[in-house]
């Protein structure tokens, strides 16, 4: 049974990058573990666009009993962003102003709101020094917006499937999934519970692209040769559109795919080189080579723009999804580079096999 998550309420304006302001806002937390006496042992975990803050459910390779991060000996933190319908300050949360929920009036939010709801909270926790934070694809986003604008805060960053910028292709994926949406006539309709269903779901769909491989669907979704209609590929998009309408909102999900688009570490700082050079932690970069949404030219870029940072790339034929499928062999490369520094993180291809739709168990997707 899922854990509810711990609620920590400011009842303080809070700014927002776009110039408006947050009367009061409301973060939804999950910590592991115990904090260390000497304050040494935190490790943060920043979650994905449709991510929740409860990181041993999502990431469960890599957090929990007996895993990496276990909280029998770290204080594991991971904090639901603003935007989001999953407890922290988002559309679905009451507008002081009206009585009524903000709805399609929320506020522009970007990565750097996002950190600076991490950063209250941080010092809520009393949380002086971060041994490791993590994160993937716009999870990673924030993880390196904050290594650079606390650099003393951080030991090691972990940034998996992520960039610095994000890319007119990745905002074009965005934007024709709000187009998705916004063509969906009910989407304003106040008292229709199913308001913005099918907007959502053909969204979701489009996303399921870019979050995949062509060799992913070849394997996992082809049919036989004498079939007219009624494609395996075909039902699979319509099952993970009805999934995330059953668990995500619609209005969050604009929020935060904006959000997305915002992500720009260089903006106002003279351009990207020169912000991540401000980066001290000691950083691993990890890409997935089959990943079209973040491909790794992004990766490389953070990489070369980090003093010191190890950069590495996984073989997966699970594309973007890799970050959070992969975790065995995500688990080795970061534990290698958190217990062995002096070693070079090598994501090695893993051994030849010829992969058949058998041995291909296809992630939901649903977990981020």
């Known amino acids: 049974m899922a854990e509810s998550p711990k609620l ?6 809070f700014h927002l990058e776009c110039g408006t302001t947050l009367p009061e806002i409301e973060i939804a937390y999950h910590t592991y573990g115990q904090l260390s006496p000497a304050g040494d042992n935190v490790v943060w975990v920043c979650h994905a666009l449709t991510g929740n803050s409860e990181a041993a459910d999502w990431w469960d390779g890599l957090v929990g009993v ?21 407890g922290s300050t988002g559309p ?3 507008n002081p102003a009206t009585g009524k929920a903000y709805g399609h009036s929320f506020p522009l939010i970007t990565v750097r709101d996002m950190v600076a709801a991490h950063e209250l909270l941080r010092e809520e926790l009393g949380i002086q020094k971060i041994h490791v934070a993590l994160g993937g694809s716009m999870g990673g986003q924030q ?16 940034l998996l499937a992520t960039n610095a910028q994000h890319s007119p292709w990745g905002i074009a994926f965005n934007e024709s999934q709000r187009m998705a949406i916004y063509a969906d006539s009910t989407l304003l309709e106040v008292n229709n519970p199913e308001a913005g269903k099918k907007g959502l779901e053909t969204a979701r769909s489009i996303a399921m692209l870019s979050y995949r491989s062509y060799d992913t669907y070849q394997l996992s979704q082809t049919d036989d040769a004498d079939k007219l209609e009624d494609f395996r590929a075909s039902s699979y998009q319509r099952y993970q559109g009805l999934k995330l309408w059953r668990r995500f ?31 001290k932690a000691k950083t691993l970069v ?6 079209i949404l973040f491909p790794i030219r992004e990766q490389e870029e953070i990489a070369k723009g980090i003093p010191g940072a190890q950069y590495t790339v996984l ?15 995500i688990e080795s490369l970061i534990r290698l580079f958190l217990f062995s520094p002096e070693a070079k993180v090598d994501a090695s291809p893993r051994p030849s096999q010829a992969w058949t739709v058998s041995n291909v168990a296809l992630p939901g997707s649903e977990k981020f």
């Open 8 to 13: 920590w309420k400011r009842s303080q304006a």
């Open 66 to 86: 007996g895993k990496l991060f276990d909280p029998e000996n770290y204080f594991i933190v991971c904090a639901n962003i603003l935007g989001s319908c999953y």
């Open 92 to 94: 679905l949360s009451i």
């Open 143 to 158: 993880v390196l917006e904050w290594g650079i604008q606390k650099p003393d805060l951080f030991e090691h960053l972990v």
């Open 249 to 279: 909102n619609v209005f969050s999900y604009l929020t935060l795919s904006r959000a997305m688009d915002s992500h720009n570490v260089g903006r106002g700082r003279g351009g990207v080189e020169k912000a991540l050079h401000a980066v």
């Open 286 to 291: 990890i890409g997935i080579a089959t990943d």
């Open 315 to 329: 073989e997966s034929i699970f594309g973007h999804d890799g970050f959070l499928v992969e975790f065995q062999r």
